[in-house]
């Protein structure tokens, strides 16, 4: 039992590297990175977003021009009618 009041005793009360508490990197680290975190969440979201739009206007396109080519096939429009509103489609694609 005197070996533990001893030992405990002779530990510091005070640690010298802790003077004037932890300062202001205690609040600025978390920030940094919170900063860090939403701004590589933000970048990945509007860059996806930006994806996404396109493979839908893609998708979109591809969907008007499988239902031409069906109207084409069925003989609802003729070629000349077939070719013009097929290049209206590719030129929306393309914009």
Do not use: C
Not at 6 to 18: F, Q, S, V
Not at 58 to 71: D, Q, V
């Amino acid at each position: 039992m005197n070996t533990l009041i001893n030992t405990a005793a002779a530990l510091p009360i005070h640690d010298d590297r802790w003077n004037g508490g932890p300062g202001p990197w205690f609040i600025l680290f978390p920030i940094f990175w919170f900063i860090v975190i939403a701004g590589l969440i933000t970048a990945a979201r509007f860059g996806g977003m930006r994806r996404w739009r396109r493979f839908q206007a893609a998708e979109g396109s591809r969907a008007g021009e499988s239902k031409l080519a069906e109207r084409f096939a069925v003989g609802e429009i003729d070629e000349q009618e077939y070719e013009a509103r097929r290049a209206v489609l590719r030129r929306g694609q393309q914009s």
